[in-house]
């Protein structure tokens, strides 16, 4: 065993010096002190023993020890107690000391091994704390490490996600600009639906998942013979079965991106109608989600205030009454309501 520090304080000079070469013989570094005032003063944590005798003037062992409790050293201290001082070594072990030693000492074999018993308990205290300490600090080292990891994963994630939804516009942008009549429809169906969705105080969420809808609502006519979309002419039924399956095949195309499932639906359903006679599935009133019926709208509008190979384009007015004689059947009467009084707005502003 290391050479042990050990603090003893005792009023008694006779006892106090006999203990102090008890202690020095078996390899302790030892202080000792003549009263309790005088160890507390001596005492810091590199200690590990303390050993106290019980009567002495001014602070006694009880209070001494009350003291050193104080402070959380956790070093062990033993009583050494006079002969027919049984009870206060119980009230001492009470306290919370380690052990007690009668006086005088007699059997040095067995004063030795219960103060090395003490010091052993003192290592003991110190590994433990050392490695809560340790323990402590790797914990929170790894806490560090998992938080920096979750960041880079999210921040991977999220260039991901940029990434992904950057290619489908470019696709989407690319198809558009085969026709001069579609050029610009994505973005100015966007422009419209977030108009709705703000006038409509959507969360910033519910805007975040509307727009992205709105950019790739079209993605599916990737699939769709660009000739239909330019024909100067009404589609063949054929044409027509072909050309309503985009809205499907949006949907499959955005489907392995988890972070999109809001927005499948939406462009699942941007054909649907209020009275169920939409497609690609039938759904109608509640079965359409808010974010839906607004996109729903804004497609349709620009699709009749744009000109087309096939037909000339609605005015302001014109798109603005059919927007609500197909409210209720075709349209959500309150995005309708919402609507006309955005474009209104925005038709006095340019007027200004």
């Known amino acids: 065993m290391a050479q042990a520090k050990i603090l003893i304080a005792d009023d008694d000079t006779l006892v106090r010096e006999a203990v102090y070469k008890i202690l020095t013989m078996f390899g302790h570094a030892v202080v000792a002190c003549a009263s309790g005032e005088e160890a507390l003063a001596a005492l810091n944590g590199d200690f590990d023993l303390v050993i106290l005798d019980i009567n002495m003037p001014g602070l006694d ?5 009350k003291h050193i409790n104080d402070r959380n050293y956790g070093i062990p201290v033993i009583f050494l107690t006079g002969a027919g001082s049984m009870e206060f070594a119980v009230k001492a072990i009470n306290l919370g ?32 704390k050392a490695y ?9 080292n790894k806490t560090r490490e998992l938080a920096e990891k979750n960041r880079l ?18 696709l989407q942008t690319a198809l558009e600009e085969k026709d001069m009549y579609t050029a610009g429809h994505t973005n100015r169906v966007t422009f419209h639906a977030m108009n709705i969705g703000r006038a409509m105080r959507l969360g910033a969420e519910d805007l975040t998942v509307l727009e992205r809808a709105c950019k790739v609502h079209d993605i599916g006519k990737l699939v769709v013979d660009v ?20 809205p499907e095949v949006g949907a499959n195309i955005i489907k392995p991106l988890a972070f999109m499932q ?13 009275d169920g006679k939409g497609y690609p599935d039938g759904l109608g009133g509640n079965d359409l989600n808010l974010l839906t019926k607004i996109i729903t709208a804004a497609d349709s509008y620009d699709a009749m205030t744009s000109k087309r190979s096939y037909r000339q384009n609605l005015e302001l007015n014109d798109a603005v009454a059919e927007l609500r004689r197909c409210a209720g059947s075709q349209f959500d009467p309150e995005v309708v309501e919402v609507f ?5 707005s925005q038709s006095k502003m340019t007027a200004v």
Do not use: C
């Open 97 to 128: 000391a380690y052990d007690f030693i009668p006086k005088p000492i007699e059997d040095l074999d067995i004063f030795n091994i219960k103060v090395k018993r003490a010091i052993e308990k003192r290592m003991y205290v110190l590994q433990e």
């Open 227 to 246: 000739n239909y979309i330019r024909k100067p002419g009404p589609l063949s039924d054929e044409e027509w079965i072909l050309m309503k399956k985009h």
């Open 340 to 344: 006309v009084e955005v474009l209104e």
């Open 153 to 170: 994963l999210e921040e991977y994630n999220e260039n991901l996600e940029v990434s992904a939804l950057n290619t489908m516009l470019t």
């Open 262 to 274: 809001q927005e499948l639906f939406l462009v699942r359903h941007h054909h649907e109608r209020m």
């Open 132 to 140: 809560k300490e340790n323990l402590e600090v790797e914990v929170r």
């Open 61 to 65: 062992g009880f209070e001494t020890l």
